[in-house]
């Protein structure tokens, strides 16, 4: 929300005229644009486990306003892991995390230029991407790793799941 890729101090001036309109007064954030593929990492998190699980591609706007429009999982396993390795990074610099949590990032053209972009410690949209993706019970496994207890047996799909930004499932398959 009220996200804008700035180029010019005019084009600053006109993004904070436009927060204020969308969301009144209060804190905004400026942070160095970092270019790649936008991707995400959810997490199961419970006492003494973080359980990642596979890594989506984000589709945003391109308008410059960065607007989510939903995601495709699983990535190749490449990225996949190159994804969950620094989103797990992030997870575990935050200390209280429970539940549901899920890193946004951005892969770059190396490893070097991959940069963590935010963590949501909730229920994400890719949980329906997930869902649709685990062959158990994604909810139950959640509710296992905050009690403490041994999750279900993971088995996932090995097809790719596309979702919108509103929940639906729009396509099961290669």
Known sequence: KATFLVRSEGELLQAAD????????????LQPFSPGDAVSVSFLIGPGRRLAMPAAAQHLSTDGRFRYLGGILPLDSQRNARATSL??????AVEGLAGYAGVDLVLGTTAD??????INPRLTTSYVGLRALARFNLAEAL???VAGDEPPRWEWRTDQVRFTADGRIIGLGD
């Open 113 to 118: 230029d991959d940069a963590v972009i935010e």
């Open 18 to 29: 436009e927060t204020m309109v969308e969301h009144g007064a209060g804190d905004v954030i």
């Open 143 to 145: 509710l296992a790793v």
């Open 87 to 92: 989103a797990a990074r992030a997870i575990d």
